[in-house]
């Protein structure tokens, strides 16, 4: 079992920037990949970004590219999503996610492929 507990969410202008923490607990976290995802109202969970085990390849949806950077410290079981940029359409709940398979990119994309999850932190982003 990996627990996952997001922080750092919060209410910010169009064009400000946040930070969005993800810490780890329970098994190895070097042994898994991470991934973010968001999920809006009446909207299906929707891929963000994700970082292989050794933090050595990292994957970005197309509408986030340039804006948002996954960062992994193993060390601290953590694993982070900065934000910059950030417009009105980002608004949305925020979820990060483990899965220990490895496997090419793409896998990564699919929220289907993640075993475990963390509750979420809210991200508005007004205009």
């Known amino acids: 079992q990996v627990q996952l507990v997001e922080s750092g969410g919060g209410l910010v202008q169009a064009g400000g920037s946040l930070r969005l923490s993800c810490a780890a607990s329970?098994?190895?976290?070097?042994?898994?990949?991470m991934g973010w995802f968001r999920q809006a109202p009446g909207k299906e969970r929707e891929f963000r970004a994700a970082?292989?085990?050794?933090?050595?390849?990292?994957w970005y949806a197309d509408s986030v590219k340039g804006r948002f950077t996954i960062s992994r410290g193993n060390a601290k079981n953590t694993v982070y999503l900065q934000m910059n940029s950030l417009k009105p359409e980002d608004t949305a709940v925020y979820y990060c996610?483990?899965?220990?398979?490895?496997?090419?990119?793409?896998?990564?994309?699919?929220?289907?492929?993640?075993?475990?999850w963390g509750q979420g932190t809210q991200v508005t982003v007004s205009s």
């Open positions: 970082i292989s085990w050794s933090g050595g390849n990292t």
């Open positions: 329970g098994r190895t976290f070097s042994n898994y990949a």
């Open positions: 996610a483990a899965t220990s398979i490895y496997a090419s990119g793409s896998y990564y994309l699919e929220a289907a492929h993640y075993v475990y």
